[in-house]
């Protein structure tokens, strides 16, 4: 790929973004998350709402998820943040919009966005274009992974001090990845500095799936590998715990969707909650 060389997100984020919106726009309040940034990022033409995936009724529990996942590590920032945490990388960041939605935190950290190279050009170029532009603490590290560049030296290269603390944010990934890949990435992660935190979800293998949402995780498999991004890894809540802790982490914990479900969820009177399927690997550096 020549230098500056953009490429359009893959379906799998300009869907995510889509979603976080919709949830503004078809739930009702109280909104777990607000962010029609990604929208505006996506552009996804006039008659977005009326693709199949939209759909307002079989796509509530997804949209669900995935304003829940969103709304923890937005919450996970804020309080690492006051815990005096300056550094904020994301793996694989798509469009997320967390520099442009919340400055009032962003702004106290190093925040660094790790993603393919083209994707990211794109991205780039949409928030010079919307008018965002890329303040001095939002760090857009190109990494690409298909040719195994390392990212952790290109986030140095970028000004990443892996002397100091720092958040690592894997969300949507892991599914994508080998479980060798994820297993090398959890062991550079448990090499950086004490205090740091790692977030990542999970895929939950068919049968820890609720019974309504397997259809649905049926139907991402199913696109996923049309699009030629195949699901290559889930794991069960112990096979996480042990690959974190293989890698290195003694601090390692679970949190399933349902916990994230009572957290976000519990006093809505319309019925809207995460679907079942994926869960969070939460881990420390000692």
Avoid: C
């Avoid at 060798?180 to 090499?191: F, K, V």
């Avoid at 696109?223 to 699901?231: H, L, M, S, V």
Wanted: charged fraction near 25%; hydrophobic fraction near 45%; charge should be negative.
């Amino acid at each position: 790929m020549a230098d500056g060389q953009t490429e359009a997100p893959d379906n799998t984020a300009v869907r995510t973004a889509l979603w976080r919106a919709m949830h503004v726009l078809v739930d009702p309040p109280p909104h777990v998350l607000h962010d029609e940034i990604g929208l505006r990022l996506a552009a996804p033409g006039d008659d977005w709402r009326r693709r199949p995936d939209m759909d307002p009724d079989a796509t509530r529990g997804f949209r669900a998820a995935i304003v829940a996942r969103a709304r923890f590590i937005e919450d996970l920032i804020a309080e690492q943040a006051g815990r005096g945490v300056t550094q904020y990388v994301i793996l694989g960041a798509g469009l997320d919009t967390f520099a442009q939605r919340r400055p009032d935190v962003a702004a106290r950290l190093r925040v660094f966005e790790v993603d393919q190279p083209g994707p990211q050009a794109w991205k780039r170029h949409r928030l010079v274009e919307l008018g965002y532009g890329i303040p001095d603490w939002l760090h857009l590290v190109p990494v690409d992974f298909e040719a195994s560049e390392d990212w952790l030296k290109k986030l140095a290269a970028a000004g990443f001090d892996s002397s100091r603390p720092a958040v690592i944010v894997s969300t949507g990934v892991s599914m994508y990845l080998t479980k060798d890949a994820t297993a090398a990435i959890l062991r550079q992660i448990t090499g950086l500095a004490p205090g740091s935190t790692l977030a990542m979800t999970f895929l939950l293998p068919t049968e820890l799936v609720d019974d309504a949402d397997r259809p649905g995780l049926r139907t991402s498999k199913q696109g996923a590998q049309a699009a030629g991004t195949p699901f290559l890894s889930f794991y069960t809540p112990s096979e996480i715990l042990a690959l974190a802790r293989a890698a290195g982490f003694e601090d390692a914990r679970h949190v399933p969707g349902h916990a994230l479900a009572e957290r976000y969820f519990a006093d809505r009177t319309d019925g809207l909650a995460p679907s079942t399927g994926e869960d969070v690997l939460l881990a420390a550096t000692a």
